[in-house]
């Protein structure tokens, strides 16, 4: 799918982003494993998203969809997951992939997992290696470090284990093992990472205490409870119109239902060093998620740094802040953001490759990028690269830039935000016609 964008009169209007994709996933996940039926709503049934439903439907839970963004699953309970009769698809995810192999490494029988060729490409070592320290049998290309991968899964005990790289999904995969092991498992993270697992888990009655960077987790004694809830708006999708809001000059975008839980919310930080007009306001949680209702403008952006915690804080939008970044007068630079290059695409190359055609001016470090910014891009034909983030901060560049831009394999954003492409409609206003 090809899309033409180009600058509207302006950006207006309200926006409750689609349901969160990380809480979506686990909230598909450990339901599934719970014994009794739970509703949740806002859900957003993302290629992503669909990809577990379907994974945890091949193991017997059963998923119904009684309207397009809500569903109801029933857990067939800690012990009660079936032998999938084929390979498991986990299409694009590596959320789906990473977490459930966690799940799989703790089931008495044996299941493949694969997916999409940038799936395909990802390193799994991160997980399967801690996953074997805890008894697991697991083979896959090039000695477990390619998916398809092959768990046999079984008695498992508890470790202690240092994470070498910051990582929610790895951790989560242990901690989905740890409640299928033998003792305490314990798990050391290098920073803070999104924290769903943890606060699901917590309100389905698990053992999961969280003390600084170490969480503990003990195997489920007798049942998880099933959990109920409203999926907060996902900040991740929510960063687009923040950012768009921000380097349109006529802009004010309202969004409503956002997850903010301070995990996730490196976004919000980095646009307010930038100069952004920001305003967040807490609203009513949801599950033990808080969320906040939030109102971004135009505004002057100056260029910032960001590196560490903020990184981690804002690792899947740093393609949309680098769009930010060539908007803002003078220099951005993003360090320590290298695990950039092993997502659904290495997103230092492209994110550079494609703004540039924008007229962008970056240079590539390692782990980050330099970014001059000059206050403006032109349009151009830019190309997703199969990549969902790619791809929406590509429109959002072209929101703001002169001339038309045209991006290649816009369909990818269905990913993980299955409206954005009316979503950015909705938004843009153009006099000339009046029309919204
Ligand atoms: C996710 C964790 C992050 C993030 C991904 C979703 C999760 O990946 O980039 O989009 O749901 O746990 P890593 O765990 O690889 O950092």
Redesign the pocket.
């Known amino acids: 799918m090809i899309k033409k964008i180009n600058r509207p009169s302006a950006l207006e209007g309200q926006i409750r982003p689609p349901g969160d994709?990380?809480i979506g996933?686990r909230a598909v996940m450990l339901n599934g494993i719970s014994e009794g039926k739970a509703h949740i709503t806002n859900f957003c049934a993302g290629g992503d998203t669909l990809a577990t439903i379907s994974c945890m439907k091949a193991m017997g839970v059963k998923v119904r969809r009684p309207a397009p963004d809500t569903i109801d699953v029933v857990g067939v309970g800690a012990s009660g997951l079936k032998e999938p009769q084929d390979v498991l698809n986990a299409r694009n995810s590596?959320?789906t992939t990473?977490?459930l192999s966690g799940i799989l490494a703790g089931q008495p029988f044996v299941s493949i997992i694969t997916g999409d060729a940038s799936l395909r490409s990802r390193p799994m070592a991160r997980a399967t290696e801690p996953l074997r320290k805890m008894g697991a049998d697991i083979i896959g290309r090039d000695n477990g470090r390619f998916a398809p991968l092959v768990i046999r899964g079984g008695k498992l005990h508890g470790i202690r284990y240092e994470l070498p790289v910051?990582?929610?999904?790895?951790k989560?995969a242990i901690i989905l093992a740890g409640l299928f092991a033998e003792g305490e498992t314990c798990i050391v993270e290098p920073g803070p990472?999104?924290d769903?697992t943890e606060r699901i888990l917590a309100g389905m009655g698990a053992a999961v205490r969280t003390s600084g960077r170490t969480i503990t987790v003990s195997r489920i004694a007798g049942r998880l409870n099933p959990l109920s809830f409203t999926v907060p708006g996902d900040i991740?999708a929510a960063a687009y119109w923040m950012v768009a809001a921000a380097i349109h000059p006529k802009a004010t975008v309202d969004i409503s239902g956002c997850g903010i839980n301070p995990t996730r919310t490196g976004v919000i930080d980095i646009l307010r060093s930038m100069g952004t007009r920001i305003v967040v306001r807490p609203a009513d949680g949801t599950a033990s998620e808080p969320t906040g209702d939030i109102t971004i403008s135009s505004s002057e952006l100056h260029g910032t740094e960001a590196r560490g915690d903020l990184v981690v804080r804002s690792?899947?939008e740093v393609p949309v802040l680098a769009v930010a970044a060539c908007f803002a007068r003078g220099v951005t630079t993003i360090r320590d953001a290298q695990?950039l290059k092993v997502?659904e695409t290495d997103r230092i190359v492209h994110t550079i490759q494609e703004l540039s055609k924008m007229g962008a001016r970056i240079d590539e470090l390692p782990d980050g990028m330099v970014i001059h910014g000059v206050g403006r891009l032109h349009g151009a034909e830019v190309e997703s690269h199969g990549d969902h983030r790619l791809a929406m901060s590509l429109a959002v560049a072209g929101l703001a830039a002169e001339g038309d831009t045209i991006i290649k394999g816009a369909e990818i954003a269905s990913v993980s935000y299955p409206s954005f492409w009316s979503d950015l409609e909705k938004l843009s206003t153009t006099f000339e016609s009046g029309r919204r």
Request: glycine share 4%; aromatic share 0%; proline share 0%.
């Open positions: 994709k990380s996933h590596g959320t990473r977490l910051a990582s929610a999904q790895v989560s990472t999104r769903h991740s690792i899947d695990e997502k």
